[in-house]
């Protein structure tokens, strides 16, 4: 039977792993692979792992164990693993699962590409072929990597052991990509990296080129219409961050910045670098510098040491902030770090305080989203309907919008968290025709 030149890629974890999904997804195109949304069809499965908690990692792991009868089916098939959990067990990976064909950790990454090679050794390789193409799938909103790595050392986290040191690509480098983005379709931009505003690089004269003026530069790039970015640092939210972000029209107004904890013997702790009064001053210079800009956190509930009273002050921190949506994780050891020496609470409480601290969250966001009802939004439209405001409220549009345009779109219902409304520019009955691509609105005027 001939060798059917197509691959599926599962990724688990963070952006960056869907970034570097992307990334190794090019380099199997280059060899003459295409993508294919059935396994059954594919000659190449590539699992891209995460092992942050070990959930992930269990999750990685199983499906890799289902693999076995997949590859069996037929052997010429070839079974990748690659991401996080790749890079801290890789020794175990191919013991546990002979059926694995290739472990490639996420520091291997850059060569990935020769990797490959060795594994389909009498393939051709043709590395121009397709390898700059992002977006085959036509996205309008895509992820830009920046820096790859983290200096710091939460003593939670096992990312720096797998990930390494800190390293920034070049400014121009970004560009370029970001420029063939563009050509491809894509509007939305966001700049990735595990503490991705520490950015910075020698620039001319002495003078470091920092993540301000990356952000100027991204935001002048021809056809970038939103800049996001993930996953800032409290401690790198400098004020020149703070306003480019306000100067720059392209920057959205909406931040993801983890918090972890409200409390400050926990975030000491956890060597967060930062005070339960530092964040919430930061949070009053970003709700100054942009009224209105969407917040949102993590919070990682039942850390080795944190208290009833540790806890409550996490709790009033959502408050006090009024994020607009928070990612709670109930505390996973992590072997190797400093907090899995610590005595662990018990799974119950741990539990306990992951639902507290949710049922909190969900109640703040809602109300949050309360306030959004009746008002007008743009929303860049990424496909079937739907698209995303620029604080990153995704909005289920009523009516039809082609893909890569912006539309004002009034909110009706917020009761969950994709928000739905209407676009207000086409109206029922309005005199002029709406172009084609674009036709709305059968719809019965609200009571
Ligand atoms: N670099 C990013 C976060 C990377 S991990 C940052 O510093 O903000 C994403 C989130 O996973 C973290 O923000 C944290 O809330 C959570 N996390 C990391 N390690 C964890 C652990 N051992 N147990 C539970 N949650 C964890
Ligand atoms: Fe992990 Fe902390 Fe680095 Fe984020 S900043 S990746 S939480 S060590
Ligand atoms: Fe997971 Fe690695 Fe991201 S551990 S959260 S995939 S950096």
Redesign the pocket.
Known sequence: MAFAMKYFVRTYG?QMNVADSNEMARHLRARGFSATADPDDASIFLVNTCT??QHAEDRAFSEIGRLRRWKAARPDRKVVVTGCAAERTRVFLERRFPHIDLVAGARSIESFGEAVDRLLSNRPTDESLDYAAGSPDGRVADFVTIMRG?N?S?A????PYVRGRESYRPMGEILDEVRERVDEGVRDVTLLG??VNSYHRDGRAGRNTDFADLLEAVGEVDGVERVRFI?P?PFYMTDRVIEAMAAVPAVCEGLHL?V?SGSDAVLGAMRRNYTREGYLDLVGKLRRAMPGIVLST???AGFPGETEDDFRHTLSLLEAVGFDWC?V??????QG?P?AERPAWPEALVEERHRVCLDLAEGIGRERRRRLVGTIQDVLVEGDGAGRTRGNYKVQIDGRAAAGSTVPVRVSNADRVTLEGERVDIAVGASSDPPSSCVTLARSPSP
């Not at 994780?329 to 992590?334: G, I, T, W």
Request: proline content about 7%; aromatic content about 18%; overall charge positive.
């Open positions: 963070c942050v908690r983290c710091y939460c939670y986290c096992i990312v595990q503490t996953s640092h983890p972890q993590d919070v990682i990612f994780f109930k505390y996973s050891p992590r770090t907090a």
